[in-house]
């Protein structure tokens, strides 16, 4: 009886390393090879190479569906150029997405969500589009982290909805015109760890029930950081604005410079 188990257990061993590799196919990222493309199912995506989408017909990725993660693997989504461009560089109107590790440049928005809770962004590259990235007022607890918002003509990184947490960014050279934006958070979220310099406009902008913590702002050509209703801002620097800081009659300061 042993001996007969043995030679079952042998015979299982054998089959299991003859199993072709194709039976592993699928475990995977999805690869995408050229653009416009559609995610509509759940699960792992990155890009094949940098890609660069010229038509200007609709968004160059666009996220329908949940639980996605998009790597860009260090690649590059490039736009006609935010002058012309109508469209998004990746639009998001799922939840749990998160798009992580590469460079947008060339759209009307670089990255944009809507219609979302939990959209994610990091490690990203944000750079010459007329908006940087957008999470707009249905986009509930969204987090942008550890990314450089760079050179867009209007706002760096925008958060509406309550929930969110805004972390570790660098945003500089953004804004052609007066009221733009290095960072503008609306309502009930968390601006902790962040630089914003050299805008044309504000450099950090934070909304009713708002944490500010431990950020600088720097060289923008308007206010340092300016906040709207109840906020608690500790921690934070400011320097060479016009002024450095215009605080509402609601703000808890701690110890901020100067």
């Known amino acids: 009886m042993k001996r007969i188990l043995r030679g079952i257990a042998l015979v299982s061993m054998f089959a299991a390393l003859l199993i072709p590799a194709t039976a592993f196919a699928g475990s995977g990222p999805t690869v995408i090879k050229s ?33 996605v993660i998009l790597d860009l693997g260090g690649n590059c989504i490039t736009g006609p150029g935010l002058a012309t461009s109508a469209h998004h560089g990746i639009s998001i109107f799922g939840n749990g997405v998160e798009v992580r590790n590469g460079y947008i440049a060339g759209f ?11 959209p994610k962004a990091s490690n990203l590259r944000v750079h010459d589009n007329l908006f ?6 249905s986009a509930y607890g969204a987090e942008v982290k550890d990314c450089k918002v760079y050179t ?13 947490i805004i972390t570790n960014n660098v945003t500089y050279n953004n804004g052609t015109e007066t009221s733009s934006y290095g960072i503008n958070v609306n309502s009930g979220s968390c601006v902790i760890g962040n630089s914003s310099y050299h805008n044309t406009g504000i450099g950090v902008t934070a909304g009713d029930g708002c944490t500010v913590k431990n950020n600088s702002s720097f060289g923008n050509t308007e206010t340092g950081i300016i906040t709207f209703g109840t906020v608690l801002l500790d921690g934070n620097a400011a320097s060479g604005n016009t002024p450095n800081y215009n605080l509402s009659a609601g703000t808890v300061s701690g110890t901020n410079t100067p």
């Open 35 to 67: 653009l416009p493309y559609t995610i509509s199912k759940p699960g792992d995506y990155t890009l094949a190479k940098s890609l660069t989408y010229n038509a200007n017909r609709t968004d160059a990725i666009t996220i329908t569906t949940d639980d």
């Open 108 to 118: 009307f928005y670089g990255l944009f969500a809507n219609n979302s809770i939990s």
């Open 132 to 137: 940087g990235i957008d999470f707009e007022s």
């Open 152 to 164: 867009n003509g209007r706002t760096g990184i925008y958060v509406a909805a309550a929930g969110g």
